[in-house]
Structures are given as structure tokens and as C-alpha cells.
């Protein structure tokens, strides 16, 4: 692995997308499909019934007991919903998830996460009096074992910020990498040497479409303890303005949780869960034709990036597209200004998550659109590309 230099400046994605038109916007990691029409339903019913008030700050009672039972259905992970201090628990999205474990654990010290990284595990600690350290995966997004061994211990050992959380997001932001099963099983070995917390998120784990599965750390021997898992409906249900997530966990983790988010925002929005609490399970190929609608996405658009000479990651996941930018070009931020000048259509460069410059030639593509915002971007690319 080569040693890099450090970068100053990093592109801002709110920002890109705020410069692009919606018919041009592959930037920011959101699903801009309609809603689900019975959910639309189901919450407008409920805010009419005057269900609006506070709830408790752990979350809806169906509606963790559907998550509860989600969790079970398709990470093979049982989840007590009665159990008491809470197992499961409802977030202000998977970012609140995110803030309550930052406040509980991660106070003056740190987390490790592999770069490229999503920007907000690292925002959120260190807003929260926590630091973020990075493990660079090489070209071709992978790790060896003793590397990631050696850099974890010599964060723990240290005597400001020791390391307390490896953070593993799988499929990942921006890659979409899925983790395999050896992978997942070495970042165990180490969490559990150096003891560790594990911090995964799986928001992404309904758009597996490559040979290996996901696969949930904490269901890996002697994890359960020892992890907390984040996930969020934002992308999977087209609600990320809804803001509700879930985490789960051993009672005596998530309770830490709970009390900060009680302190932090409350509770979560009382009519959205029930709502969405109502429909969570009630279609059992909901998350199977989501995967299948998503990788029909990926083979279409990412065949004409790569007719456009993009080189495309095998990523394994079907939200996200992360590829080389075309021959010629070696910095995504002049490569997508252009675009933007140009063609009117915005990516993410690969340098907004990464401290080093190893990802400049990279981009990420957000392909959570409807077709015809999709059609109409590729044909603008060809214009500028082809």
C-alpha cells in the first residue's frame, strides 16, 4: 500500500448537489423514488386521527416489534422487543443512531473506519468530543488482517483517544463494497483481541445483488456482545425525510443509547412509526423486488458508463456505482465540474471520502432515481462524454 498524501480541502456533497439540477443529480446518497403508496396512506390516516404526541424515547412499541421480527426474518439475529433495559431501539434515522453511540462511547476516544470512508462516521464523533481514524483499503478495496491488527493496536495503546470502535459499514458508502465472510470474521478476531466495540452499519443491506451475502457481524460467534447494529428505512422505504432508523443490541449497550437520544431529540416522529410499523412486514417480497428494481439499475446505467469509459467497481451492491473516471482524467473534481458546467449532470468525488489521494480519480454515483432521471442523465453524459 503506498503511501499518500494528505489532502486540505474536501468537496462538499450538499453543496454539489445544490449546483446541479434535479434531473442531473447522481450526488447526494438518497433514494428520490416515490413512497411506497400504503405507507403514504397509512401515516396520512394516522396524522389525521390526531396520533401526533410524544412517544417513548426507545421508539414505537409495533413498530419495534416489526423490526424486531424484520431482524430475524433476514439476519438470522433474534431480538427480544420486550426485553428490558431495551434490545432494540428507534432512531431519528440511522445518523441518531449514530449520535447516541458517538455520545455514550466514543467521548475522548476514537473509531476506526476504512477508507474510503462515509463522511458522517466521521463528522458525528468528532462533533461529539470523539476522533475518527482511518485504515486505507487498497485499489482494489481490500485489507490484509495483521495490517488492520497493527493499526488497531497501536490506537489502543495510545494514551489520547485510545481506539474503542471499529466501525464496519457493509455494503459500504461510498463503494458498496459487501463485505465477505473472511473479511467480517478477521475484523471480529481483532474487535475481540484488542476488545473492542464493533459499530456496524448495514443501512444498505437490501441491495446485495453479487455472490456474497450480507452478513451481519454480530452474527458471527461471540460478536452479539459486543456489537451494535445501525440500519435505517431512509433508503429502503423512500422516507429519508422521515428520519427513522433502528439499533439493536445487547440491553446493556443500547441503554446508554437511549438515554442520550432522550436527551438529544425526544423521541422519533410518533405518526411516522405507527405508520410505517403497519406495513414494515406485511409484503414478503418487498425487499426481494427492491433488490431486483435496483440491480436492473445498476446493469443499465453502469453499462452506459462503462460504453463512456468509466471503469466500473464490482462492488456487490446495486445503490451506489464507484468507478474510475475516463482515461485522461485524474482529478474527479475538475472531471465533474466539467460535467456539471457541461452537461448539467453532478457526481461525487471520490476525495470527499478519503483523507488521502489515493480515490482522486474516483467517483460515486447515486442511482436511487426514477428511469427517466437516469435516461435523461446518461444521454447528457454522451453528449459531453461520447
Avoid at 449546483?19 to 397509512?42: F, K, M, T, Y
Avoid at 424515547?57 to 420486550?82: C, F, M, Q, T, W
Avoid at 435505517?232 to 433502528?246: C, H, V
Wanted: charged share 25%; hydrophobic share 40%; aromatic share 8%.
Amino acid at each position: 500500500m503506498t503511501e499518500a498524501k494528505v489532502k486540505k480541502v474536501k468537496p462538499d456533497i450538499r453543496a454539489i448537489t445544490r449546483l446541479v439540477p434535479p434531473s442531473g443529480n447522481l450526488v447526494q446518497g438518497q433514494s428520490e423514488l416515490p413512497i411506497d403508496p400504503q405507507l403514504a396512506a397509512e401515516a396520512a390516516a394516522i396524522i389525521a386521527a390526531s396520533q401526533n404526541h410524544y412517544g417513548g424515547s426507545e421508539g414505537d412499541a409495533g413498530l419495534r416489534r416489526a423490526v424486531s421480527e424484520k431482524v430475524k426474518r433476514y439476519n438470522g439475529i433474534e431480538v427480544d422487543p420486550d426485553a428490558r433495559p431495551f434490545e432494540v431501539m428507534v432512531t431519528n434515522g440511522g445518523t441518531g443512531a449514530l449520535i447516541g453511540i458517538a455520545q455514550s462511547y466514543l467521548r475522548g476516544k476514537s473509531a476506526l473506519v476504512f477508507e474510503p470512508y462515509y463522511p458522517y462516521h466521521r463528522r458525528i464523533l468528532e462533533e461529539f468530543g470523539g476522533k475518527t481514524e482511518t485504515f486505507e483499503l487498497d485499489e482494489n478495496l481490500h485489507f490484509e488482517k495483521d495490517a488492520l491488527f497493527a493499526r488497531a493496536k497501536e490506537l489502543k495503546d495510545r494514551s489520547e483517544y485510545p481506539l474503542k470502535a471499529i466501525i464496519v459499514c457493509t455494503p459500504a458508502n461510498p463503494s458498496g463494497k459487501v463485505m465477505s465472510q473472511t473479511e467480517l470474521e478477521a475484523i471480529a478476531d481483532v474487535a475481540k483481541e484488542l476488545d473492542l466495540l464493533v459499530i456496524s452499519d448495514e443501512v444498505y443491506e437490501h441491495y446485495v445483488t453479487g455472490e456474497n451475502p450480507h452478513t451481519p457481524i454480530a452474527s458471527l460467534p461471540d460478536m452479539r456482545e459486543r456489537t451494535i447494529t445501525v440500519n435505517s428505512f431512509s433508503k429502503s422505504w423512500n422516507i429519508s425525510g422521515w428520519r427513522l432508523g433502528y439499533a439493536y443490541g445487547k440491553g446493556e449497550l443500547i441503554a446508554p443509547i437511549n438515554n442520550a437520544a432522550n436527551v438529544i431529540y425526544v423521541c422519533p416522529a410518533t405518526p411516522l412509526q405507527a405508520a410505517l410499523a403497519k406495513v414494515l412486514m406485511a409484503d414478503d417480497d418487498y425487499y426481494t423486488k427492491l433488490r431486483d428494481k435496483f440491480d436492473a439499475k445498476r446493469l443499465s446505467f453502469g453499462g452506459g458508463l462503462k460504453e463512456l469509459g468509466f471503469d466500473l467497481y464490482d462492488s456487490g451492491s446495486a445503490f451506489y456505482i464507484w468507478a474510475r473516471i475516463p482515461e485522461g482524467h485524474n482529478d474527479a473534481i475538475a472531471f465533474n465540474e466539467m460535467l456539471m458546467r457541461d452537461a448539467g449532470v453532478g457526481m461525487t468525488p471520490g476525495s470527499a471520502f478519503a483523507d488521502t489521494d489515493l480515490w482522486d480519480p474516483f467517483v460515486r454515483i447515486c442511482i436511487a432515481r426514477e428511469e427517466h432521471v437516469l435516461e435523461g442523465a446518461m444521454e447528457k453524459l454522451r453528449g459531453v462524454l461520447a
